[in-house]
């Protein structure tokens, strides 16, 4: 019988508790370290949602890859935003939308009525006309509909705010939970340690001035990660000579965040690691890696460190939205073929490809491309009615 590393009680319910948590793409968890009450505890107000609120920090970076939770749940729309004078949102994948839909009246010199009507997609189009044909009858007619293709051409901004206390807890239970994991799962053998330090910080809010964790760019991780890597990982090490149990979170490959979780500690050395891919439910475990001389200062003197630090978080947002860039124009440049390869062969399946079909497809690619390229609006008639 296991028990909980939160208050010692034997676990009688078993509880997942997740390792790096779900909504960052990540699947790797245990019923073996936290008791069903512990659980819950850290679902109220009291704990200060420090688990959600190191997810929501992320919000912009998860809807602009589309990261979805281990149970397939959609990353949040950011609302919020604005786009020359309009709200818009940002849904998952990075597309920009309206928020709200605009109905213009306008009348000319003989009273003839004309509306105005934009809409975020086709189901808000038809609401807008449904609310003109009650105000004018449904015999008004003479509607001119048109599907646009825009493309945002002005710069829009998008915040984040990283820290806090929230953050810092978070940071230090993820590393709290993967060392209790990794001995529950026999690829550690961690001897008797007195865990009450940690379990005051992060059960019971007590030493709330913790400055054991912080934002760590000074300090190298025990593995090379690939520059396009998106994945996440946790390192976990005890340092005999520092008396140390310290480790790094690194959050979709490159924000990077370290923690003191032991400072007395007497033990063998060990180090190990996890990668956790943001888009397949399975973990690769590093049970051996080199232990690294740690600098805890990087943490505990952080306004001395600020800068090297704050530079740091700076180049791996700049990574990330590069990462993004490359895999949505990818993503836009498939489209556009596919799209146009369906309308040139539409109702053609099967038959021989002619050269017309080829220059058909080539003019309409090209000019598909081109729009999108330079940011040029298009325009295809619609039937609203149907």
């Known amino acids: 019988m296991y028990k909980c590393i939160y208050c010692d009680v034997e676990i009688i319910e078993k509880s997942n508790e997740h390792i790096i948590h779900s909504a960052l793409g990540s699947s790797l968890q245990s019923d073996k370290i936290i008791c069903k ?5 850290f679902s109220t107000k009291e704990s200060g949602y420090i688990d959600n609120k190191f997810v929501e920090q992320f919000g912009v970076i998860r809807s602009l890859l589309n990261i979805k939770s281990d149970r397939g749940k959609a990353p949040p729309l950011i609302k919020k935003l604005e786009h020359e004078g309009s709200a818009v949102l940002l849904e998952p994948g990075g597309k920009f939308a309206y928020r709200k839909s605009k109905r213009e009246e306008l009348k000319d010199e003989e009273g003839n009525v004309r509306f105005n009507i934009s809409a975020p997609n086709l189901e ?3 609401e807008q006309l449904e609310h003109v044909k009650k105000q004018y009858g449904k015999d008004f007619s003479s509607i001119n509909a048109v599907s646009r293709k825009t493309y945002i051409n002005k710069p829009i901004n998008l915040t984040l705010s990283i820290g806090g206390e929230e953050n810092t807890k978070a940071v230090a239970k993820i590393l709290y939970n993967f060392i209790h994991y990794l001995d529950r799962e026999s690829k550690i053998a961690l001897p ?3 865990w009450s330090s940690i379990q005051r910080y ?3 809010n007590k030493d709330l001035d913790n400055r054991d964790i912080g934002i760590d760019y000074v300090n190298s991780v025990p593995y090379s990660i690939p520059e396009e890597d998106l994945a996440n990982y946790v390192f976990i090490a005890g340092s005999n000579q520092q008396r140390l149990i310290y480790g790094h979170v690194i ?5 990077s965040f370290s923690a003191i979780i032991h400072n007395e500690y007497e033990g063998a050395d060990f180090s190990c690691g996890v990668r956790q891919p943001i888009d397949a439910k399975h973990e ?4 051996k890696l080199k232990n690294q ?3 805890s200062d990087v943490i505990r003197n952080k306004e001395y460190y600020l800068e090297a630090n704050i530079q740091g978080m700076s180049n791996a947002l700049n990574k990330i939205l590069k990462i993004y860039a490359d895999r949505a124009i990818r993503e836009e440049q498939d489209r556009i073929i596919c799209r146009a390869m369906s309308e040139v062969f539409e109702g053609n399946e099967g038959a021989y490809i002619t050269p017309e079909h080829i220059q058909k497809l080539s003019s309409k690619i090209a000019g598909d491309f081109v729009n999108w390229k330079y940011r040029i609006d298009s325009e295809v008639p619609i039937d609203l009615e149907k």
């Open 284 to 287: 690769e475990v590093f049970p």
């Open 124 to 126: 808000k189009a038809k």
């Open 251 to 255: 959050v979709f490959g490159h924000i």
């Open 202 to 204: 992060l059960r019971y």
């Open 293 to 295: 001389k740690f600098n």
């Open 37 to 41: 009450d512990c659980n819950n505890y």
């Open 192 to 194: 008797d340690i007195d």
